[in-house]
């Protein structure tokens, strides 16, 4: 069985639409301490371990998807096996796999959609789990004040980082509001605890105003340091 990111029948339907790039039901996790993927954006990673290396062919040669997913607190202890990890998290499309001679590999991941886990499953080296996509539930664009304030935030974060380069391309009106808010939780200094939260947002809106109260917090924070970025 495969899900696919956009259920709407009438709008697959129309020629000339790409089609929704499918996920399996059933899809490998990729747990990791300090990294929080999100939809509509890229996750380059260099992949050495062996269960891993073992994970990316299966999935290179089968469905084309890793979910990344955040492991929980306390996970140290409990690595080389199954640690708790958050339910829900991002899937993404290989991209590219470049193979290296050694077996290790670097990947490309694409994200495409949410996703929240049912059921975990042990009998390869590496964790599957079953899932299911989880859209935002289409509440809308966010508000243009919001969207300005952002942006003017982003411009003062670019002043302070010069090697905050992907984030560049983010001041176009063409981009998406999704993207915009995906890129920005990205790349901003946030910790992995909060960038699931932002992960976890109901809505795009929702994740900007999140976003906004965790910009607010860091810059009164950082308020008299030399700049926040």
Not at 14 to 27: D, N, T, W
Not at 75 to 86: K, L, R, S, T
Not at 143 to 148: C, G, M
Not at 177 to 189: A, I, K
């Amino acid at each position: 069985m495969f899900l696919e990111p956009e259920r709407d029948q009438s709008s697959r339907e129309l020629s000339g639409k790409a089609q929704p790039f499918p996920v399996p039901e059933r899809i490998p996790l990729f747990p990791l301490p300090n990294v929080v993927f999100f939809p509509k954006t890229y996750l380059p990673l260099h992949v050495f371990e062996p269960r891993y290396r073992q994970m990316v062919a299966d999935a290179a040669a089968g469905g084309q998807c890793i979910g990344m997913a955040l492991l929980k607190e306390g996970w140290e202890e409990q690595y080389d096996g199954n640690p708790p990890i958050f339910s829900i998290g991002c899937v993404g499309r290989l991209a590219s796999v470049q193979a290296l001679p050694d077996g290790r590999s670097n990947i490309l991941l694409q994200g495409i959609e949410r996703y929240e886990i049912h059921e975990e499953f042990y009998e390869k080296s590496y964790r599957e789990a079953r899932v299911s996509l989880k859209p935002r539930d289409g509440a809308g664009s966010m508000e243009p004040a919001l969207r300005r304030y952002l942006t003017e935030v982003l411009g003062e974060y670019l002043k302070a980082d010069e090697e905050a380069s992907p984030l560049h391309s983010l001041v176009r009106p063409d981009v998406t509001d999704e993207v915009f808010v995906n890129s920005l939780s990205t790349y901003l200094d946030c910790t992995p605890l909060e960038k699931q939260f932002l992960l976890e947002a109901d809505h795009v809106p929702q994740q900007a105003r999140r976003l906004s109260d965790l910009i607010q917090f860091k810059l009164a924070e950082r308020r008299g340091a030399g700049g926040w970025g």
